[in-house]
């Protein structure tokens, strides 16, 4: 059976930094395209970056560039995203997705599995 169970959301300062947490069971990270995605209030989903067995990491928004770290843990079969310097703009809830691809989509319906979500909200 299949889960992605995020962690780390939580009430932030601009600013400030945060690392999410995707912990996986049912596959080997090692071997698929992992993502992340947020829903800002009101807006669509968006991808924010994936990690992949083919191409590494590759980063989609420009608005998260450089201030974002996407990482593999193969011990603990998790992947992570680092924020840095959080700005308000960087509300959302923040989901996980999954896909036995070789390399990374920036686009949702690639994706197979999905965790519940977490909520990150900047604010002062």
């Known amino acids: 059976q299949v889960q992605l169970v995020e962690s780390g959301g939580g009430l932030v300062q601009p600013g400030q930094s945060l690392t999410l947490s995707c912990t996986i069971s049912g596959f080997v990270v090692d071997y698929y395209a992992v993502a992340w995605f947020r829903q800002a209030p009101g807006k669509g989903r968006q991808a924010v970056g994936c990690?992949?067995?083919?191409?590494?990491?590759?980063y989609f928004r420009t608005s998260v560039k450089g201030r974002i770290t996407i990482s593999r843990d193969s011990v603990n079969n998790s992947v992570y995203l680092q924020i840095n310097n959080l700005k308000p703009e960087d509300t959302a809830v923040y989901y996980c997705?999954?896909?036995?691809?070789?390399?990374?989509?920036?686009?949702?319906?690639?994706?197979?599995?999905w965790g519940q979500g977490t909520q990150v909200t900047v604010s002062s």
């Open positions: 997705a999954a896909s036995a691809m070789q390399y990374c989509s920036e686009y949702d319906v690639q994706y197979t599995y």
């Open positions: 990690i992949s067995r083919d191409r590494g990491v590759e």
